[in-house]
């Protein structure tokens, strides 16, 4: 983890007006990459989009404050490296979704699947495969489905229903593996590994609510 050298009165005076409660370097640090990133990002929203980008505006800082706050202070399997504003951990050489069958996550959703679960979907796009974290927002027992709030439908042993000839994806059975891969965004082809891919705050956000010891909801 980087040390968090930069904490100038100019700094801390922002945070105080945005409400941060932590005035650790370590988080004013991590504030500081997420705001660099996020207003990168922002700055692509065209013109026809003034309330959307309004909007994200608003809730930019509470966002960036409450990722900040669980990667300063929250301890997890994962390494931080503050000065990006990133989990790390050494990425395997290869993909860990291959070690998944179909059978081992259909048992694991059949007794886990749970409104607001942080789950694992891999993604694969020609030569190149990543993992990303989603959410739930469905579950359909009876006919064994579980609806992701960005990727859609997946049947309990992972197959998405959705319509895509470019992208396969594929819902996981979360494992220490897998949720490491996705939350610090490693990627791979069929040469080995990839430098790794920046998480959308959304993304980073949904990594402070993984469970570490099980992966459910009740632990």
Avoid at 114 to 132: C, N, Q, S
Wanted: charge should be neutral; hydrophobic fraction near 35%; charged fraction near 20%.
């Amino acid at each position: 983890m980087s040390s968090g050298s930069h904490t100038s009165s100019s700094q801390t005076d922002i945070f105080a007006v945005t409400g941060a409660t932590d005035d650790s370097p370590v988080f004013t640090e991590i504030c500081n990459a997420l705001y660099e990133r996020e207003l990168l990002v922002l700055s692509q929203v065209s013109a026809a989009q003034i309330s959307y980008l309004q909007r994200r505006l608003a809730a930019l800082p509470h966002r960036i404050q409450r990722a900040a706050h669980y990667l300063a202070n929250h301890k997890t399997p994962l390494a931080v490296d503050s000065h990006n504003g990133t989990w790390q951990c050494k990425q395997a050489p290869k993909c860990p979704a291959h070690k998944i069958t179909p059978e081992d996550t259909l048992a694991w959703y059949t007794d886990h699947a749970a409104y607001g679960l942080p789950v694992p979907v891999r993604l694969l796009r020609f030569d190149e495969e990543h993992i990303e974290l989603d959410s739930i927002d469905r579950v359909q027992p009876e006919n064994e489905m579980v609806h992701t709030n960005k990727y859609g439908w997946f049947t309990f042993d992972g197959v998405s229903q959705a319509n895509n000839t470019d992208t396969d994806y594929t819902l996981l059975k979360p494992t220490k593996a897998v949720m490491a891969a996705a939350c610090c965004g490693h990627r791979w082809n069929h040469k080995g590994r990839l430098a790794p891919r920046t998480l959308s705050l959304r993304e980073l956000l949904l990594s402070t609510t993984v469970k570490w010891k099980k992966f459910t909801l009740n632990t």
